[in-house]
């Protein structure tokens, strides 16, 4: 059966599945235009915390692996 639990484990383990991304990214990224940067930073922080938020509302028991200014761990 399907239920709300469910669905918070699938958004941890795709918050977990975009940071590692992110790390790996760092060492090959290269660097874009500072404004260009910039609005990728702002944009990819505000999914971010959108999808902890709603990771923390679906169960808020697995929360702990979230801190309080909604970032991974």
Do not use: F, G
């Not at 940071?19 to 990224?29: A, G, I, T, V």
């Not at 930073?41 to 902890?52: A, D, E, P, Q, S």
Request: aromatic content about 6%.
């Amino acid at each position: 059966m399907y239920s709300s639990s469910d669905d918070a484990e699938a958004v941890v383990a795709l918050l977990l599945a975009y940071r590692k991304s992110q790390q790996k990214r760092k060492c090959l990224w290269i660097r874009l235009w500072p404004s260009r940067r910039k609005e990728r930073i702002v944009y990819h922080t505000l999914l971010l915390r959108r999808l902890c938020t709603i990771a923390m509302k679906l169960n808020p028991d697995k929360s702990s692996i979230l801190t309080s200014n909604n970032t991974l761990h």
